[in-house]
């Protein structure tokens, strides 16, 4: 069974890599990737970028005009602080590229073409430096400008997840069942850590170190100096990234279980909640409601005792983590009849954006 999930999960994301290079007509056939500020949504889905409005679901630009088959958006497009929206094709023509977020034009006069791979994954910036992972392995180093900073750092395998960082050290994950820990200062790699299964989830930040759930169906605590150990288990594979809010971890499986860890005692605070389907999907937290998206194309709002309060169906299949964005929680179905969809605390629905043709 869980070799199955994996062949699915990884035909849906890689199978669309070749599918656009040779049909030669646009396709979406990937699950989107979203992120959203106070004004808009920005969803990454086959040949396009979208700007969605918040206030009413209007599309605001789309990036490029016209498709090119050989050009494909997975992952979640990044933010910065700068005014700049970061993101990476996944397709046969791999560009890494910067646009204005307001008016979705290029920012670099030339994008940054030094991969071997599929950027599958988001960039993280610290410092004014991006730090871009690569389906080849590699770890680049790039300046705001989009320029290669440094060397790019060797890692193995292929880098599906965003690295994420205390403010000193990088935590970056590989399929190849590794998490790597990096010192950006030296440019080196710190320690190596075997997690028993693949990772393709960013590790969640505490205060003394990183927690990540992998394939091992585990969730491993680990010490910047590499020690590490397994503080939780579930029943299935781990996809999503944890979430830490406070002394509490949040996390859930493929065999669609939600946890919840106290992590001062290693106690479950409940029994897995098990909605109604896998959960690749990270779990989002607002105020005291913990929202879960499933395969089965369900969303639903716990709160902190693991009861369901209310469920919604918009359809499809979700893979992708809610966002928040003011008082609306988004939600990015794959194969449905929209594309994105607000919600607001209550479960009502705000609206739902559907692309023109």
């Known amino acids: 069974m869980k070799t199955k999930r994996l062949l699915l999960f990884s035909l849906l994301a890689l199978g669309a890599i070749f599918l656009s290079a040779c049909s030669g007509q646009p396709l979406s056939n990937n699950w989107p990737g979203l992120v959203a500020d106070a004004e808009h949504a920005y969803i990454s889905s086959g040949s396009f970028i979208y700007a969605v409005d918040v206030q009413n679901g209007k599309e605001v630009w789309r990036y490029p005009a016209e498709a090119d088959s050989k050009v494909l958006f997975y992952a979640n497009p990044v933010l910065t602080e700068d005014g700049q929206l970061l993101i990476g094709s996944a397709g046969t023509n791999h560009p890494f590229l910067s646009l204005n977020p307001k008016t979705g034009k290029e920012n670099w006069t030339e994008s940054f073409t030094g991969s071997k791979g599929a950027w599958m994954a988001s960039p993280l910036v610290l410092n004014e430096t991006i730090y871009a992972p690569n389906t080849d392995g590699y770890l680049y180093i790039l300046d705001l400008s989009g320029k290669q900073d440094s060397d790019p750092i060797q890692l193995g395998g292929a880098l599906w997840a965003t690295p994420s960082t205390d403010g000193t050290l990088l935590y970056v994950t590989s399929l190849d069942h590794h998490l790597h820990i990096i010192d950006p200062a030296q440019g080196a790699v ?36 590499g020690q590490h150990e397994a503080i939780a288990t579930a029943e299935n594979w781990i996809w999503g990234t944890p979430i830490l809010n406070g002394e509490t971890l949040y996390y859930a499986d493929l065999n669609g279980s939600i946890y919840s860890l106290d992590i001062a005692t290693g106690s479950q605070n409940w029994d897995a909640v098990k909605p109604d389907g896998p959960i690749v999907a990270s779990p989002l937290i607002v105020g005291d409601q913990i929202y879960v998206a499933t395969e089965s194309g369900s969303f639903f709002a716990l709160d902190r005792d693991g009861k369901i309060i209310w469920e919604k169906t918009p359809g499809g299949k979700i893979y992708t983590s809610p966002v928040v964005s003011g008082d609306l929680i988004l939600v ?5 009849e929209f594309s994105l969809a607000a919600f607001d605390a209550e479960g009502k629905q705000a609206w739902t954006f559907t692309p023109e043709k």
């Not at 710190?190 to 990772?199: M, Q, S, Y």
């Not at 990015?332 to 449905?336: L, N």
């Open 332 to 336: 990015a179905p794959y194969q449905a």
């Open 190 to 225: 710190n320690e190596t850590i075997d997690l028993g299964g693949a990772a393709p989830g960013s590790p969640a930040i505490g205060t003394d170190g990183a927690y990540i759930g992998s394939f091992a169906s585990t969730v491993e605590f680990i010490q910047s100096n």
